[in-house]
């Protein structure tokens, strides 16, 4: 799993599937910070049940009638199926984990920073 989140941390998007709590105040409009998202669980307005909202991606948008001050979203996040370059740069990053425990300065070895490299994030928008 350490080698899973080093991955995730350098692409900026979450790979293994992970149940997230997200509590905010309540707006027309919110963008879900962790991503790409699976599925929502769960929506609840001031505490209570309630389905009136769409989501695109990320985006979670409300519909007008909905009023309250706290919003809180359960949602599943990650990626559904891993592409093979992130499953090998995971792997090799394990190894090398494994093969030399110490502390490094090295975040990633390069070859697995080659692989993760077109799967990262460079903004906060809402491309997954």
Request: no cysteine; glycine share 6%.
């Amino acid at each position: 799993m350490a080698a899973v989140r080093a991955a995730e941390h350098f692409i900026g998007k979450l790979i293994a599937p992970s149940l997230i709590t997200f509590t905010t105040s309540l707006s027309r409009s919110l963008t879900l910070p962790e991503g790409p998202v699976i599925e929502v669980l769960g929506v609840k307005v001031d505490g209570k049940e309630m389905d009136s909202y769409t989501r695109e991606g990320r985006v979670i948008t409300f519909s007008d009638d909905v009023a309250g001050s706290e919003v809180a979203i359960v949602y599943k996040a990650g990626m559904e199926s891993v592409d093979y370059d992130i499953r090998a740069a995971v792997l090799l990053h394990a190894a090398a984990i494994l093969n030399n425990p110490v502390d490094s300065v090295e975040t990633l070895p390069k070859a697995s920073t080659n692989l993760l490299r077109p799967y990262r994030s460079w903004h906060d928008g809402d491309d997954y």
